[in-house]
């Protein structure tokens, strides 16, 4: 029997959840994971025997998606199942949201795969971990008399969406609004000199 994708449904979280911790990922959650749900996002579950074999997301915004969470059960690799969750995934963002940049993020595992289908390794990234607390010296940095590092307020977004467009090219101001309703208010913070972001 052959594997079936199927769009992210709140019944898969769960099981992509396992495989994700399988490869050491701890980091995400169902509620990271349902975030995907809320925002209405393209994302695809590979089902197989009723069971999750893994996984492919995306954020997309005006122009331009990022792929991830790019995941095989184990005994399923090898049968060209990730490549065709990222071709079709590309093919069929092209077609139904006229996306035509794609952008990933990579585990070192990954890269050599992502690199035959044609990404071009700029920077790969890969999550990494920190012992707190952070050793940085705050006493020591000179704010300037005008600088204010303060809470992001919802009158603030449009302002950062701004700020974020000039380095991501993409108009994001949906996606942060619904991140920022979504987040621990206290962990947004901006940079403000003369009440200016």
């Known amino acids: 029997m052959g594997a079936e994708v199927l769009p992210l449904h709140e019944s898969h979280i769960e099981g992509i959840i396992e495989l994700m911790n399988k490869e050491g990922w701890y980091y995400y959650d169902g509620h990271e994971l349902r975030r995907y749900l809320n925002l209405d996002q393209d994302c695809f579950t590979l089902i197989k025997a009723r069971r999750v074999i893994g996984s492919i997301f995306t954020t997309n915004y005006t122009g331009q ?8 059960a184990e005994e399923e690799r090898g049968k060209g199942l990730a490549a065709g969750l990222i071709k079709g995934i590309i093919d069929y963002l092209q077609k139904k949201r006229h996306i035509h940049t794609f952008r990933l993020g990579s585990v070192p595992l990954a890269i050599g795969l992502y690199k035959k289908l044609g990404f071009r390794a700029e920077a790969f990234t890969t999550s990494q971990e920190v012992e707190l607390p952070l ?38 101001l949906g996606f942060l609004t619904d991140l920022y309703k979504d987040s621990i208010r206290e962990g947004c913070i901006g940079l403000k000199d003369r009440e200016k972001l």
């Open 65 to 72: 998606a990022w792929i991830g969470n790019i995941v095989i």
């Open 135 to 172: 050793k940085f010296d705050y006493e020591n940095v000179n704010m300037g008399e005008h600088l204010q590092v303060e809470r992001l307020e919802a009158a603030d977004l449009e302002a950062v969406a701004e700020i974020d467009g000039q380095f991501f090219r993409s108009d994001r």
